[in-house]
């Protein structure tokens, strides 16, 4: 009998291309050998097999989501199942909860996320850790004026604390990091949240 090695097959991931960093995310896709899609519209949206809500202003992505309408399309998508990463911004974007402020965006992640946590003293910093669900070896994990989740509810599990802080998190379709894997040459989140999650 011959057995064929198959190839896996390409997946196409999105990465919601309205502000931030989005090109790393974009080079990172590639280079596993997926497909990367830029999303700026609803009709985007079709045939992804992953997105990724990626780092930026989370308050300037907010209002060109809820002008484009893209806001509304996006929440139906992933209340239906579809897989999504936040980083950073991405991760305020899909909160339920923003301290100190009356409005939420997709509101769909059951916790609260503290904006610019780390104030302007450490605005931005390098750390290494291991998240034991994502892989056996340290991992850099860069901070750029940070959230991190102050409160959770018991759908959201916890996969990485830094200082007593969740920095990274999960519920059902939905993970979130404070840090940007896509900064770093390191591309084994990229390949756990595609791959794995
Ligand atoms: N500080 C930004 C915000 O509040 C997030 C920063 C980032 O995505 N690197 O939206």
Request: negative net charge; aromatic residues 6%; contains cysteine.
């Amino acid at each position: 009998m011959t057995y064929i090695q198959m190839a896996n097959t390409p997946l196409h991931i999105g990465v919601l291309a309205l502000q931030g960093s989005i090109d790393e995310h974009i080079n990172h896709i590639s280079s596993l050998g997926h497909i990367p899609v830029k999303v700026r519209t609803s009709n985007d949206l079709d045939n992804l097999d992953r997105l990724i809500i990626p780092g930026g202003e989370s308050t300037t992505i907010g209002n060109i989501l809820r002008s484009t309408g893209l806001l509304y399309s996006l929440k139906d998508k992933i209340s239906k199942g579809l897989k999504v990463w936040g980083t950073c911004a991405g991760m305020i974007l899909l909160a339920k909860e923003i301290e100190n402020e009356t409005i939420s965006h997709l509101s769909l992640m059951d916790i609260k996320v503290k904006r610019n946590a780390y104030g302007n003293q450490l605005d931005s910093f390098i750390t290494y850790t291991k998240i034991n669900e994502v892989s056996p070896n340290n991992l850099e994990l860069v901070f750029i004026r940070a959230p991190y989740i102050s409160e959770i509810s018991d759908k959201v599990t916890i996969l990485c604390k830094i200082d007593e802080n969740i920095v990274a998190a999960k519920e059902n379709n939905m993970l979130v990091t404070s840090f940007h894997p896509e900064l770093t040459p390191d591309t084994t989140f990229l390949k756990y949240f595609i791959e794995t999650f």
